[in-house]
């Protein structure tokens, strides 16, 4: 059975970092882009970066450029968000996801959930005072 599994979420107050970690099973991870998703309470869910398989090209959304960093380690099967800097609008459960190969601009921001083939279960990062 393939699946995503994601950990490292919590409580962090606010400026502090967390870093997230997807780990796949029954499949490998070098033929497929990761992403990572989040939803916020009351809000739709939102890709806010994402990698791609072959050259290891990175993409983020506006929200997050500049804090977050994403990267894979294939011979682990996992990947990862690193979490800078974050303040209470990152607040929400945050999801890695895959699809083949590529991924872009395009398949981040609201309203692309179905751009992507395979979801884990979410972990919930909290940033709070």
């Known amino acids: 059975q393939w699946r995503l599994v994601e950990s490292g979420g919590g409580l962090v107050q606010p400026g502090g970092s967390l870093r997230l970690s997807c780990a796949a099973s029954?499949?490998?991870?070098?033929?497929?882009?990761i992403g990572w998703f989040r939803q916020a309470p009351g809000k739709e869910r939102e890709g806010v970066s994402c990698?791609?398989?072959?050259?290891?090209?990175?993409y983020y959304g506006d929200s997050v450029k500049g804090r977050f960093t994403i990267s894979r380690d294939n011979a682990k099967n996992t990947a990862y968000l690193q979490m800078n800097s974050l303040n209470p609008e990152d607040t929400g459960v945050y999801y890695c996801v895959v699809r083949a190969y590529v991924c872009y601009e395009k398949v981040l921001g609201r309203g692309k959930d179905e751009a992507w083939d395979l979801w884990g279960q979410g972990t919930q990062v909290t940033v709070s005072s």
């Open positions: 990698i791609t398989s072959r050259d290891y090209t990175t």
């Open positions: 029954g499949f490998t991870l070098d033929r497929y882009a």
